[in-house]
């Protein structure tokens, strides 16, 4: 059964490029199963090797060795022709969009159903019909030069739906937007992950998106997987060293913190809130629990449905018996907590 769950599946999957100075080996042995219906992340450095992973996926980069199983077939050993039928079950978005400027958001939407045979009209239809899922029927008329880039990517979105595709695989989709107009192409990703039942793959550098959106996540790092786990389990305590240097730069503040404790005796608390009710005040019963402040140096925190979500970074007082007093009062809170190096 659980078998019967997974949409894609790699196994020992690995890449090599031959370059004029030897070999790179982009991916190596990489096995990963993502599973039907979910929104699944995967993160990693620049260099890292996940855009090569997302190109394997779809076979738009052959991988050396091992297998790709999509929906129960190795496209490894499909002909050209079985291939390209089963490509169309896979949409795919890119960071710059990739639209032909001289057409209009509609025609752009229309182009794919045209190439492939769809009668003009029917394309019309179904472009109009994905242009309204995507929140742009206003704008069909509409040239890429006249559109934002988030309605861009809207744009983008709604043609890589034209084939009515089982995943939908986003290539840094939103490094290219600013934080508002991310947050609003996420939330539409999630709609119609919920509303058509399409697996959503993420690739991004940016652990703030994968907070946002994934169930689960894939962390890779020197052409490897470093760490695999559900989202919570990972922002919560991350294993691999990219994953806790992934994580805890979410945490950096700019800037030297405006502490007035002793900078000769520093200890750090990061708490993080994993959907705790957002009308809980830790913090503050906290500070009164404990009769001491603390210094708060980062905070990232956001109100989803009632629930708290985020971090939040705390210097500790200088003096230990305080500074115990507060670590067991934390523990007694059901919150998830640990002290870092923090720096």
Same mark, same amino acid.
């Given at each position: 059964?659980e078998?019967?769950n997974? !949409?894609?599946?790699l196994?020992e999957?690995?890449?090599?490029? /031959?370059?004029?100075?030897g070999?790179?080996?982009?991916?190596?042995?990489?096995?990963l199963k993502i599973? *039907?219906?979910?929104?699944f992340? !995967?993160?990693?450095m620049?260099g890292a090797?996940?855009?090569?992973l997302? $190109?394997?996926?779809n076979?738009?980069?052959?991988?050396?060795e091992?297998?790709?199983?999509?929906?129960?077939q190795?496209?490894?050993?499909?002909?050209?022709?079985q291939?390209?039928?089963?490509?169309?079950? @896979?949409?795919?978005?890119?960071?710059?969009?990739?639209l032909?400027m001289?057409?209009t958001?509609?025609?752009?939407?229309?182009?794919?159903?045209?190439?492939?045979g769809?009668?003009k009209?029917d394309?019309? #239809?179904?472009?109009?019909?994905l242009?309204?899922?995507?929140g742009l029927?206003?704008?069909?008329?509409?040239y890429?030069a006249q559109?934002?880039?988030g309605? #861009?990517? *809207?744009?983008?979105?709604a043609?890589?739906?034209?084939?009515?595709?089982k995943?939908?695989l986003?290539?840094?989709? /939103?490094?290219a937007?600013?934080?508002?107009?991310?947050?609003?192409i996420?939330?539409?990703l999630?709609?119609?992950?919920k509303?058509?039942?399409?697996?959503?793959?993420i690739?991004?550098?940016?652990?703030?998106?994968?907070?946002? !959106?994934?169930?689960?996540v894939?962390?890779?790092?020197s052409?490897?997987?470093?760490?695999?786990?559900?989202?919570?389990k990972?922002?919560?305590?991350?294993?691999?060293? !990219?994953?806790?240097?992934l994580?805890?730069?979410?945490? #950096?503040?700019?800037?030297e913190?405006?502490?007035e404790?002793?900078? /000769?005796?520093?200890r750090?608390? $990061?708490?993080?809130?994993?959907?705790?009710?957002?009308?809980?005040?830790?913090?503050?019963n @906290?500070?009164?629990?404990c009769?001491?402040?603390?210094?708060i140096?980062?905070a990232n925190?956001r109100?989803?449905?009632?629930?708290?979500?985020?971090?939040?970074v705390?210097?500790?007082?200088?003096?230990e018996?305080?500074?115990?007093?507060?670590?067991?009062?934390?523990e007694?809170?059901?919150?998830n907590?640990?002290?870092?190096?923090?720096?």
């Amino acid at each position: 059964m659980e078998q019967e769950n997974v !949409i894609i599946e790699l196994k020992e999957m690995s890449k090599s490029f /031959t370059v004029k100075n030897g070999v790179v080996h982009a991916l190596d042995k990489i096995n990963l199963k993502i599973n *039907r219906g979910e929104i699944f992340g !995967i993160i990693g450095m620049s260099g890292a090797g996940k855009s090569t992973l997302v $190109r394997c996926i779809n076979l738009l980069e052959r991988p050396t060795e091992g297998q790709v199983i999509f929906d129960g077939q190795d496209l490894t050993v499909l002909k050209p022709a079985q291939l390209r039928q089963a490509r169309r079950s @896979m949409g795919m978005i890119f960071q710059q969009f990739n639209l032909l400027m001289q057409k209009t958001a509609l025609e752009n939407v229309c182009f794919p159903l045209e190439i492939s045979g769809v009668k003009k009209e029917d394309a019309k #239809k179904r472009a109009e019909e994905l242009l309204e899922i995507v929140g742009l029927e206003e704008r069909k008329d509409s040239y890429p030069a006249q559109l934002s880039g988030g309605q #861009k990517q *809207r744009v983008a979105i709604a043609r890589a739906l034209t084939t009515n595709p089982k995943v939908l695989l986003c290539d840094e989709a /939103t490094s290219a937007l600013d934080p508002n107009t991310t947050r609003s192409i996420l939330e539409l990703l999630k709609d119609i992950n919920k509303r058509l039942g399409i697996t959503v793959v993420i690739i991004t550098h940016e652990m703030s998106v994968i907070e946002e !959106i994934c169930q689960r996540v894939a962390i890779i790092d020197s052409s490897k997987i470093a760490e695999i786990g559900t989202v919570e389990k990972i922002f919560t305590a991350p294993k691999s060293n !990219i994953g806790k240097q992934l994580v805890y730069s979410e945490s #950096k503040p700019k800037g030297e913190p405006k502490a007035e404790f002793d900078d /000769t005796n520093k200890r750090y608390c $990061r708490i993080v809130f994993d959907g705790e009710t957002s009308f809980k005040p830790i913090l503050a019963n @906290m500070i009164l629990e404990c009769q001491s402040v603390v210094n708060i140096l980062y905070a990232n925190t956001r109100n989803i449905d009632g629930q708290a979500y985020g971090q939040m970074v705390v210097q500790l007082p200088p003096e230990e018996r305080i500074a115990k007093k507060i670590i067991a009062y934390l523990e007694t809170q059901d919150v998830n907590f640990e002290e870092v190096d923090y720096v």
